[in-house]
């Protein structure tokens, strides 16, 4: 399965895995990269050091490509970036700040650079600053989320970028969104919460079944009167924090209610009290498989979806 992102990447597929915070590993990124798609390692909430080591156990684990997912606003930036420009990985996918002035340094290294964006304007702006390609995210996804909807951004971005791969996120959970997000002009997904839910995925085993066993309604967008907006599947915490936010809480006690619970949830397996951070289509999201087994059932439901479509008379 041949496009732009697979030729930039020299990829198999063209999936890339989420960089998942607290989860997304070397272990997780080599197996999604051995499968044919490229890993990803999370760098947000970490250290320099870890990061490095993750980096290096990642190039002892796989010949093919992986990349690091870089939080912009982390206090560590600076670091982080210097030593990944040392280290020198296949590419690097950058949210949470502006990406522009940090093109220059990652492609000095030789790093091909993915920033994540949530609207046109700013699709246009890192597409004129060389951005190697890039990722619209739409709300249904997991994690922190911006304020359009997956195929809102695929009609607005996709006709608009012309010379970059574009990678569509959230709520892409197989291979029929897969054929989706290709038949409206992408280049291919990124894909977090289907890669949470395999045996190489380090998150707690009671927040994988948290998610196997959810359906549909289950998952719910906090903070999003200010700003804050983060989607997680339903519990006592999200109950609360929605309750606070409802009554005016100013923005500073919510995100003190909210520093930790990402860890809480999906390595210490309180679904109870901590945010298990994954993405709105959660009825496909039903078994727990290894990388290799996950990417050749998405590859085979695109090409079904992708030849169904050929069937039908125009």
């Avoid at 996804?141 to 009609?155: D, P, V």
């Avoid at 109870?272 to 290894?290: A, E, F, H, R, Y």
């Amino acid at each position: 399965m041949k496009t732009k992102l697979t030729e930039l990447l020299g990829i198999k597929y063209p999936v890339i895995q989420g960089g998942m915070a607290w989860t997304s590993d070397a272990v997780l990124a080599a197996a999604v990269s051995n499968a044919g798609g490229a890993g990803i390692i999370g760098s947000g909430g970490r250290t320099v050091e870890w990061t490095r080591d993750e980096v290096r156990k990642a190039k002892s684990l796989t010949d093919k490509p992986f990349g690091v997912n870089v939080m912009l606003m982390a206090p560590n930036i600076a670091e982080i970036i210097a030593m990944l420009c040392e280290e020198k990985v296949a590419f690097v996918t950058l949210g949470a700040g502006n990406p522009v002035p940090h093109i220059p340094a990652f492609h000095a290294a030789g790093i091909k650079v993915i920033p994540v964006v949530p609207n046109v304007k700013l699709a246009k702006r890192i597409e004129a600053a060389g951005a190697d390609a890039m990722v619209i995210e739409g709300m249904e996804a997991g994690g922190h989320i911006g304020k359009q909807t997956t195929m809102a951004l695929m009609e607005n971005v996709l006709p608009q970028i012309k010379s970059v791969p574009v990678l569509v996120a959230g709520g892409i959970s197989d291979g029929r969104a897969l054929a989706a997000a290709l038949l409206m002009g992408a280049a291919g997904v990124q894909m977090g919460s289907r890669f949470l839910l395999t045996e190489e995925c380090p998150a707690n085993p009671v927040a994988k079944e948290a998610i196997v066993k959810a359906t549909d309604t289950d998952s719910v967008a906090t903070g999003y009167s200010r700003n804050l907006g983060v989607r997680c599947l339903a519990n006592a915490f999200t109950d609360a924090y929605t309750a606070r936010e409802i009554a005016g809480a100013p923005k500073e006690e919510l995100m003190a209610m909210g520093t930790g619970t990402n860890r809480r949830g999906l390595v210490e397996g309180d679904v109870t009290n901590g945010t298990v951070m994954c993405g709105q289509s959660l009825n496909v999201l039903n078994d727990i498989l290894p990388c290799k087994d996950v990417m050749e059932r998405i590859i085979a439901e695109a090409k079904e979806a992708i030849a169904n479509i050929q069937k039908i008379e125009l």
